[in-house]
């Protein structure tokens, strides 16, 4: 028997990946970020910093990011990065230097400008200028959109558009404005949402009890403190909520905003510290006076039961922390700004008016009554806004940056950080979840073989990179599971629920497959048995040889494949003669369905179809039987031509399988599933392995591209 060494393919992704990064590093196109930045304490300032974050993040190797901030002739931050570029905006010559330098600098591509009008006002037509004299393509977002300009507005703004190669904006309503009332062309526009972060589920009753709000129901702003928040709709509204429920918080979280500050002091945060005395609310309120670092605001608004945004600025376009808020989950109050308009649909939040205490009061009453409401509201949210992920903002900007640097801009994937925090986040002392609703476990779900069986394969891989001893912990769990899971016949069941008790639907569901990836996992497991303890491995070997008897009797063609990839890590003399049998019945399968130019094992293309020639290899690798090795070159060479079209991926959609008589490919829109993707990663890396073919490398890369590749919503078309 012949065995492969599973860290060769990782060695060559890792060093043509490595090679990748320094070819581009040689000559990587920049991009400069004008912008306010932090320590400025800014919204803009932290949405350009979070969103420099995201494209460094993921596309690093692809472009350099420069930022060059914007101050006023007061201000001289100390930023953390080196900055070769900076903006003194109550300078008009400042600007015309800054257009000279950027022209002189022959990497730089593209210049983006974060617009808020409030930032050029010091000087009478500085940006004018600078957009004049760049000699760079430039794209402008604009934070403010305000309906029905004056003459003078939608001059400067249409302006601005003239230079610009495309305008940001961050939602449908501010798209129509341009386009409607200032004539900005349609295809000029581009609709980008404000970026969220993608949150872990977190206990909220542990968090409540570290800020000292245990037995709370928590209402909570936050944002740079100032009159237009409004936040005496909310102190006004209290008494009524308090008297249906005495046991609520209302916390005002963040500082006043420097400026402000700097013209009147401390008189808007005075005035509502008054009013909560005359109101008699200092047992209900709560002033956090800082500006809190990201990782704990995001603690303090998972905590919270209802936030509540009652800015009093009709025209204000986008806020981000309306959009902090939604992306963990909380149930939102907020005034009809077009941001919540466009955001709070379908069940996502609730919408009162402006100034309107005795409406709030009425929809915080009924939320804090019905948790089932909230709960759903929480999850609608989260479905709503994981679209908008920072990850997904530097997506749809990196093409965008590439749409005018097509020559010289190649968008290059970085790897992420492998993550278990979520697999782990799903085990329980038991095992896997089955389900979960966006980020929170649904122990109501129950759990299945499958899942825990797949889970064991990721913690066994981990555990082969990484030696972390908490992998052991996850993969005795989820060999527990198989284990329990197995029958007196040797046979698996699926379905467990909550109480560890098995679900009826084990006995109206064909199970073949969960047997299968039941054995495939216990092999992966006894394929590292090296590094394992030994009682894992005598563990795994005892319940597959208990399972012989019953998955010798298994016809179905998948279940087949993973029974026969599972032996095949084994790597037993004793049951090759049980893998040759099933890999005959799959060679048996193959040779009366193939015809013409069907090469393929049954008469249609559905779901997990690169596991089968995988499998055929694998047994050539056991076994030297030369037609297992013929057949799944032929099958898969057939399966690649159908989907990989024009050199990306796209597997066989749910939504329409590709029958024998079609042979031609018809494009569905959506239904592809992830694992099926990376059950063709799989493939190609065992295909690699054992042909050397550099194209298995190229298409492992494209495949796992995918995972970055899809791209959420973003519009030019209004």
Same mark, same amino acid.
Not at 133 to 158: A, C, M, S, W, Y
Not at 271 to 286: A, G, I, P, Q, S
Not at 375 to 392: G, I, R
Not at 597 to 607: D, G, N, P, V
């Given at each position: 028997?012949?065995?492969?060494?599973?860290?060769?393919?990782?060695?060559?992704?890792?060093?043509?990946? %490595?090679?990748?990064?320094?070819?581009?590093?040689?000559?990587?196109?920049?991009?400069?970020?004008?912008?306010?930045?932090?320590?400025?304490?800014?919204?803009?300032?932290?949405?350009?910093?979070?969103?420099?974050?995201?494209?460094?993040?993921?596309?690093?190797?692809?472009?350099?990011?420069?930022?060059?901030?914007?101050?006023?002739?007061?201000?001289?931050?100390?930023?953390?990065?080196? +900055?070769?570029?900076?903006?003194?905006? #109550?300078?008009?010559?400042?600007?015309?230097?800054?257009?000279?330098?950027? *022209?002189?600098? =022959?990497?730089?591509?593209?210049?983006? !400008?974060?617009?808020?009008?409030?930032?050029?006002?010091?000087?009478?037509?500085?940006?004018?200028?600078? /957009?004049?004299?760049?000699?760079?393509?430039?794209?402008?977002?604009?934070?403010?959109?305000?309906?029905?300009?004056?003459?003078?507005?939608?001059?400067?703004?249409?302006?601005?558009?003239?230079?610009?190669?495309?305008?940001?904006?961050?939602?449908?309503?501010?798209?129509?404005?341009?386009?409607?009332?200032?004539?900005?062309?349609?295809?000029?526009?581009?609709?980008?949402?404000?970026?969220?972060? /993608?949150?872990?589920?977190? =206990?909220?009753?542990?968090?409540?009890?570290?800020?000292?709000?245990?037995?709370?129901?928590?209402?909570?702003?936050?944002?740079?403190?100032?009159?237009?928040?409004?936040?005496?709709?909310?102190?006004?509204?209290?008494?009524?909520?308090?008297?249906?429920?005495?046991?609520?918080?209302? &916390?005002? &979280?963040?500082?006043?905003?420097?400026?402000?500050?700097?013209?009147?002091?401390?008189? $808007?945060?005075?005035?509502?510290?008054?009013?909560?005395?005359?109101?008699? &609310?200092?047992? *209900?309120?709560?002033?956090?006076?800082?500006?809190?670092?990201?990782?704990?605001?995001?603690? $303090?608004?998972?905590?919270?039961?209802?936030?509540?945004?009652?800015?009093?600025?009709?025209?204000?376009?986008?806020?981000?922390?309306?959009?902090?808020?939604?992306?963990?989950?909380?149930?939102?109050?907020?005034?009809?700004?077009?941001?919540?308009?466009?955001?709070?649909?379908?069940?996502?939040?609730?919408?009162? =008016?402006?100034?309107?205490?005795?409406?709030?009061?009425?929809?915080?009453?009924?939320?804090?009554?019905?948790?089932?409401?909230?709960?759903?509201?929480?999850?609608?949210?989260?479905?709503?806004?994981?679209?908008?992920? @920072?990850?997904?903002?530097?997506?749809?900007?990196?093409?965008?940056?590439?749409?005018?640097?097509?020559?010289?801009?190649?968008?290059?994937?970085?790897?992420?950080?492998?993550?278990?925090?979520?697999?782990?986040?799903?085990?329980?002392?038991?095992?896997?979840?089955?389900? #979960?609703? !966006?980020?929170?476990?649904?122990?109501?779900?129950?759990?299945?073989?499958?899942?825990?069986?797949?889970?064991?394969?990721?913690?066994?891989?981990?555990?082969?990179?990484?030696?972390?001893?908490?992998?052991?912990?996850? +993969?005795?769990?989820?060999?527990?599971?198989?284990?329990?899971?197995?029958?007196?016949?040797?046979?698996?069941?699926?379905?467990?629920?909550?109480?560890?008790?098995?679900?009826?639907?084990?006995?109206?569901?064909?199970?073949?497959?969960?047997?299968?990836? %039941?054995?495939?996992?216990?092999?992966?497991?006894?394929? !590292?048995?090296?590094?394992?303890?030994?009682?894992?491995?005598?563990?795994?070997?005892?319940?597959?040889?208990?399972?012989?008897?019953?998955?010798?009797?298994?016809?179905?063609?998948?279940?087949?494949?993973?029974?026969?990839?599972?032996?095949? $890590?084994?790597?037993?003399?004793?049951?090759?003669?049980?893998?040759?049998?099933?890999?005959?019945?799959?060679?048996?399968?193959?040779?009366?369905?193939?015809?013409?130019?069907?090469?393929?094992?049954?008469?249609?293309?559905?779901?997990?179809?690169?596991?089968?020639?995988?499998?055929?290899?694998?047994? @050539?690798?056991?076994?030297?039987?030369?037609?297992?090795?013929?057949?799944?070159?032929?099958?898969?060479?057939? &399966?690649?031509?159908?989907?990989?079209?024009?050199? *990306?991926?796209?597997?066989?959609?749910?939504?329409?399988?590709?029958?024998?008589?079609?042979?031609?490919?018809?494009?569905?829109?959506?239904?592809?599933?992830?694992?099926?993707?990376?059950?063709?990663? /799989?493939?190609?890396?065992?295909?690699?392995?054992?042909?050397?073919?550099?194209?298995?490398?190229?298409?492992?890369? *494209?495949?796992?591209?995918?995972?970055?590749?899809?791209?959420?919503?973003?519009?030019?078309?209004?």
């Amino acid at each position: 028997m012949s065995k492969y060494t599973k860290s060769d393919v990782e060695k060559k992704i890792e060093k043509r990946s %490595a090679q990748n990064e320094r070819d581009s590093t040689n000559d990587k196109p920049e991009i400069i970020f004008i912008s306010s930045f932090p320590p400025k304490v800014c919204g803009i300032a932290t949405y350009t910093q979070d969103l420099i974050k995201s494209l460094r993040s993921k596309f690093g190797g692809s472009f350099n990011v420069l930022i060059c901030p914007m101050e006023t002739e007061e201000e001289n931050y100390e930023y953390e990065e080196q +900055i070769q570029y900076k903006l003194n905006i #109550s300078d008009s010559f400042s600007y015309l230097e800054l257009a000279s330098e950027i *022209n002189l600098n =022959d990497s730089v591509r593209l210049v983006m !400008i974060q617009h808020e009008f409030g930032f050029f006002n010091e000087t009478k037509n500085g940006l004018y200028l600078l /957009l004049k004299n760049l000699k760079k393509e430039i794209i402008v977002t604009f934070h403010t959109v305000l309906p029905g300009p004056d003459k003078e507005l939608k001059r400067k703004v249409k302006e601005i558009a003239d230079f610009a190669k495309s305008i940001i904006v961050m939602t449908g309503i501010s798209a129509e404005i341009l386009a409607n009332e200032y004539d900005i062309a349609y295809d000029k526009i581009t609709i980008i949402p404000h970026g969220t972060h /993608l949150l872990p589920f977190t =206990d909220i009753l542990a968090l409540k009890e570290k800020y000292g709000l245990k037995d709370k129901k928590v209402l909570s702003t936050f944002g740079l403190l100032g009159s237009g928040k409004n936040i005496e709709t909310t102190l006004k509204a209290l008494p009524n909520i308090i008297k249906l429920n005495p046991d609520v918080i209302f &916390l005002i &979280l963040g500082k006043t905003h420097p400026a402000i500050v700097r013209s009147e002091g401390e008189k $808007y945060r005075e005035f509502l510290e008054d009013l909560v005395w005359k109101l008699h &609310l200092e047992d *209900n309120v709560r002033f956090i006076n800082e500006y809190l670092p990201l990782p704990e605001l995001l603690e $303090y608004l998972q905590l919270s039961d209802i936030y509540l945004f009652t800015s009093k600025d009709r025209n204000q376009a986008v806020s981000g922390t309306f959009s902090y808020a939604i992306s963990s989950g909380c149930a939102i109050v907020s005034t009809p700004i077009p941001h919540a308009v466009e955001v709070l649909k379908e069940e996502t939040g609730i919408i009162i =008016d402006f100034e309107a205490p005795e409406q709030l009061a009425s929809a915080v009453n009924n939320l804090l009554s019905s948790e089932k409401s909230r709960k759903l509201l929480h999850v609608k949210s989260l479905e709503k806004m994981a679209p908008t992920a @920072w990850e997904n903002s530097a997506i749809l900007h990196a093409l965008l940056f590439q749409q005018y640097n097509r020559d010289k801009m190649i968008l290059l994937y970085t790897l992420p950080k492998i993550n278990l925090s979520h697999i782990k986040n799903m085990t329980t002392d038991f095992g896997m979840i089955q389900f #979960s609703k !966006i980020n929170k476990p649904d122990i109501d779900s129950g759990y299945t073989l499958d899942d825990n069986a797949r889970a064991m394969i990721v913690a066994c891989r981990h555990y082969e990179l990484s030696r972390d001893e908490s992998d052991l912990a996850l +993969i005795s769990t989820y060999l527990s599971v198989i284990k329990f899971c197995q029958q007196s016949d040797g046979s698996f069941l699926n379905y467990v629920n909550r109480r560890k008790e098995f679900a009826q639907q084990n006995y109206e569901t064909n199970l073949e497959d969960s047997n299968g990836r %039941a054995i495939w996992a216990l092999g992966y497991l006894l394929s !590292i048995k090296e590094i394992l303890p030994q009682h894992y491995c005598n563990k795994a070997e005892s319940i597959i040889e208990k399972s012989l008897s019953s998955i010798e009797k298994i016809h179905s063609t998948r279940a087949m494949a993973f029974i026969i990839k599972g032996l095949h $890590y084994q790597n037993s003399e004793n049951n090759i003669p049980l893998l040759e049998k099933l890999a005959n019945r799959l060679v048996k399968m193959y040779q009366h369905e193939k015809h013409g130019e069907w090469h393929w094992f049954e008469s249609y293309l559905t779901y997990g179809n690169s596991l089968l020639p995988e499998a055929l290899l694998c047994a @050539w690798i056991t076994t030297k039987v030369e037609i297992y090795k013929q057949i799944a070159d032929e099958s898969f060479r057939f &399966l690649l031509s159908k989907i990989f079209i024009e050199g *990306n991926i796209k597997v066989i959609s749910n939504k329409g399988w590709l029958q024998k008589e079609i042979i031609k490919n018809t494009t569905s829109i959506g239904g592809e599933q992830p694992i099926d993707v990376a059950y063709t990663i /799989l493939a190609l890396s065992t295909f690699y392995k054992v042909f050397k073919d550099e194209k298995y490398l190229h298409m492992m890369q *494209n495949a796992f591209n995918w995972f970055f590749r899809e791209e959420p919503f973003a519009s030019n078309n209004l």
